[in-house]
């Protein structure tokens, strides 16, 4: 193995563990925890060595966001291909969607809350966002009504999904009934898209 290659290798290596430790850091504490210092101290690495990988916080928190939006474009894949039929691929999309944002609730911020340096909704997206709309896309497309713009209609559902879970996470739903609002979105989405 070359000195280049060996250098590349552990340079990847110490970006993942920056990476895991804002994860960790902000799932137990919160963002507002995960600052340069703290995380230096816990990979155990000075803060230079932070900002030769990282611009600052901001960064990390992207890169955070793309692992998030990785792993959610795979679990919407898994749930939709499993699913038997159309109108249950919306629901299980839906059900996998809330889950996951309950289920990492930092991680969910950080890809759809705060605000991270990535571009959205264009051409120059990075892959793992382009793929978790995807999976979106290809579960609404089945149910959109002759001339729909399967797009907007995409962003439609997606608003719905993010504001349940938005809503309810914040308090301002009671968490009791949340199975039962994602089941009257969807069911009464895919009524009004011919579904």
Known sequence: MSIHTRRERERAERERLIVTAARELAESKGWDAVTTRRLAAEIEYSQPVLY????GKDAIMAAVALQGFAELA???????????????ALAAVGRAYAAFARRRPALYDAMFTHTVDLP???PQAPTPLQEGFAELVAAVTPIAAEGDDVGLLTETYWAGLHGLVTLMRSGRLPERAHEE???????????GCGG
Do not use: C, V, W
């Open 52 to 55: 030769s990988h990282f611009k």
């Open 74 to 88: 795979a679990e919407l894949h898994t749930a939709r291909t499993a699913a038997k039929g159309t109108r249950e």
């Open 120 to 122: 959205f909704a264009t």
């Open 181 to 191: 609002r994602l089941a009257l979105l969807i069911g009464h989405f895919m009524a």
